[in-house]
Structures are given as structure tokens and as C-alpha cells.
Nanobody
Framework: QVQLMESGGGSVQAGGSLTLSCEAN????????MAWFRQAPGKVHHWVAT????????YYADSVKGRFTISRDNAEKTMYLQMNSLKPEDTAMYHC?????????????????????WGQGTQVTVSP
């Protein structure tokens, strides 16, 4: 059974930094597109970033571009999200997700419906 487990969330002041991790027990992890989504209370999931297989090309939502960095370690089957210059509007539950890659990379993988496996989430709270 595939499992994704997030960690690294916490409470920080605006301008601070956090690094989230997502460990996966997927057998052929390197063939999966991986992504981060976030969900604020009472709102739907919003896509944050996707990282492709292989060299790990990143794709970012405009709201986090320049502040967040997504990366992956295929040997450790772990994905990361380095979050800098955090803002109160970044407050949310952050979930990692996995989708088997298709021809053409992972740039298409930006919607909740594109992903097969999900973690339980880790809370990020940013105070003013």
C-alpha cells in the first residue's frame, strides 16, 4: 500500500522559513510526478508546486514563485518544499501528492484530479 507522510510544519512569524518533507514508500518512486498542495480552513485544495521525474524540473504557482523551492531525492524517496519569506496567507495544511508520470514530463500535473496518492498533511501557520 502506497503511503506518503509529510513532516516539517509548524508556526512561524511572517518573513520566516520552514522546510517540509514528504517521505514515500512507492516502489518505483523515480517514475512519479510529485507535488505539494495546500488547503486553508474552509477552502479547497490549491496547487503549490510540482516536480518532475529525472532531473526534477520544478513548476510553481504564481503565489509562491520566487519564495518556495521544490526538490526531491529519489534515492531517499523524499520530496522537499523549502519555504522562505512566509506570509500569513501561506497558512494552510500542506499535502504532498504523487502521480505516475506520462510522456512529456510532469508540467500537466497541477490539479487535484491528476494525482493518485495523497499524504495526511502537515500544518503551517504564519503569524503577522
Amino acid at each position: 500500500q502506497v503511503q506518503l507522510m509529510e513532516s516539517g510544519g509548524g508556526s512561524v512569524q511572517a518573513g520566516g522559513s520552514l522546510t517540509l518533507s514528504c517521505e514515500a514508500n512507492i516502489g518505483d518512486y523515480s517514475s512519479y510526478c510529485m507535488a505539494w498542495f495546500r488547503q486553508a480552513p474552509g477552502k479547497v485544495h490549491h496547487w503549490v508546486a510540482t516536480i518532475s521525474t529525472g532531473v526534477g524540473d520544478p513548476y510553481y504557482a504564481d503565489s509562491v514563485k520566487g519564495r518556495f523551492t521544490i526538490s526531491r531525492d529519489n534515492a531517499e524517496k523524499t520530496m522537499y518544499l523549502q519555504m522562505n519569506s512566509l506570509k500569513p496567507e501561506d497558512t494552510a495544511m500542506y499535502h504532498c501528492a504523487a502521480a505516475r508520470s506520462k510522456r512529456g514530463g510532469c508540467g500537466w500535473a497541477q490539479d487535484v484530479s491528476d494525482f493518485t496518492y495523497w499524504g495526511q498533511g502537515t500544518q503551517v501557520t504564519v503569524s503577522p
